[in-house]
């Protein structure tokens, strides 16, 4: 059973995810009208593991005798001045859900609730991953600088990334 102070803080949580994977899907229709193909694709499954994420906690606390809430979202911006500043935004952002995920490791920590501490390395195993992928990301985009050529195989390459991340969400 959870406690009314674990179960408003994994709903803030929820509320994050939902939230993020709403920013990934608008950066996959920004990146999309540009004419990104790749880094579209790599943004449309960011959104979609962003949305298992927010639904793995919900389902969590369900189970857990809480009740999962779904509120309204921030709008996440539709707009970048350009892919660069669209990437830093994603690696910022990632940085910015850790910092929620260990606040909330902390709070099951102090609640000794072992149970929720448990469940919740899953989560901060995956955001090692997603801000080590944000981060290289962002190393190869500070290489490329300003060569158009660079970009087109950028864009090319993301999409094996794409495919690397639905594997690891529909492992078939
Ligand atoms: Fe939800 O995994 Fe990153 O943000």
């Not at 509320?15 to 790599?42: D, H, K, P």
């Not at 606390?61 to 921030?74: I, P, S, Y």
């Not at 001045?81 to 902390?106: A, D, G, R």
């Not at 609640?111 to 955001?127: C, K």
Request: glycine letters at 4%.
């Amino acid at each position: 059973m959870l406690s009314k102070n674990i179960e408003s803080a994994l709903n803030k949580q929820i509320r994050i995810e939902a939230e993020s994977s709403q920013t990934y899907l608008s950066m996959a229709c920004w990146a999309e009208v540009q004419g990104l193909e790749g880094i579209a694709q790599f943004m449309y499954t960011q959104s979609d593991e962003e949305r298992a994420h927010m639904l793995k906690l919900v389902k969590y606390v369900n189970e857990r005798g809480g009740h999962a809430q779904v509120t309204d979202l921030k709008a996440p911006k539709t707009t970048y001045s350009t892919f660069k500043e669209m990437f830093e935004e994603l690696y910022n952002h990632e940085l910015f859900v850790s910092q929620s995920i260990n606040e909330l490791v902390h709070i099951t920590f102090e609640e000794r609730d072992y149970a929720s501490h448990n469940f919740l390395q899953w989560y901060v195993s995956e955001q090692i991953e997603e801000e080590a992928t944000a981060k290289s990301i962002l190393d190869k985009i500070n290489l490329i600088g300003d060569d158009k050529g660079g970009l087109y195989l950028f864009d090319r390459d993301i999409q094996q990334l794409t495919v690397t991340s639905s594997i690891a969400i529909n492992p078939k």
